[in-house]
């Protein structure tokens, strides 16, 4: 355990669907970041949260919006996605953003299909 | 734009012998990262390297930062099983600090 949980861990939705991901970390940390992980793809940086506020959007489409409630938890909203957006959506949190070490904990993933 | 740079992308080899994965990137960095991730499971942090010449190991990992070459290896010596995984390397910049580029992951398979 990494003490990053991500629930669902599967996930099936049509085009037309909306759903949410949820992130929670357990680790007093200040900063949690949104991935995604697609085949064949370096993993991409989506979101980066630093104090529960937005610091990189790194051009995403609207279509996935973020929400940060507190430094503890992190909602990935989806609706209207493409079947390209399937992937391994990895959440992860730090210390803080540009810390002295910036290690990332990672969640095991929520495994999007899109149909 | 940094770019991160793997190879080998796919590396089988045996149990016993030694191997290197290599993590090119393409602009200053003051910090990088080794992860490893195995199958259907999150990634891992293995090492963080913050200085030219730094190096560390743990068990059979020792990976090592040349920032002049903009280098880093993962060395793996004497191969067990357990070792089979996917590692990738991240890189932060002084201007990105915190958001991290990955490479695309070096995947690896030890076999008996």
């Known amino acids: 355990e990494t003490g990053v949980t991500q629930t669902p861990r599967h996930l099936v939705m049509g085009m037309t669907n909306k759903k949410s991901l949820k992130c929670e970390q357990h680790l007093g940390h200040n900063a949690m970041y949104w991935y995604k992980q697609s085949a064949k793809k370096p993993l991409e940086l989506m979101f980066v949260y630093n104090f529960k506020e937005q610091t990189e959007n790194n051009s995403v489409p609207s279509r996935f919006s973020p929400e940060c409630p507190n430094s503890s938890h992190l909602f990935l909203h989806l609706h209207t996605l493409q079947p390209e957006d399937s992937a391994l959506y990895l959440c992860?949190?730090?210390?803080?953003?540009?810390?002295?070490?910036?290690?990332?904990?990672f969640g095991a993933g929520t495994r999007l299909s899109v149909l | 734009e940094l770019k991160v740079e793997q190879n080998p992308l796919f590396l089988s080899m045996q149990e016993g012998k030694n191997y290197t994965i290599y993590c090119n990137y393409s602009?200053?960095?003051?910090?990088l990262y080794w992860y490893r991730q195995d199958p259907g499971k999150s990634l891992e942090s293995l090492f963080v390297l913050l200085s030219n010449g730094a190096v560390k190991q743990e068990g059979r990992l020792m990976a090592s930062l040349d920032t002049k070459a903009r280098l880093s290896t993962l060395h793996i010596t004497a191969a067990v099983h357990d070792l089979s995984a996917t590692y990738f390397c991240a890189v932060d910049t002084p201007t990105n600090a915190g958001k991290s580029t990955f490479g695309d992951g070096t995947t690896l398979t030890v076999k008996p």
């Open positions: 992860a949190s730090s210390q803080d953003v540009g810390g002295t070490k910036n290690i990332q904990y």
């Open positions: 602009t200053t960095s003051d910090r």
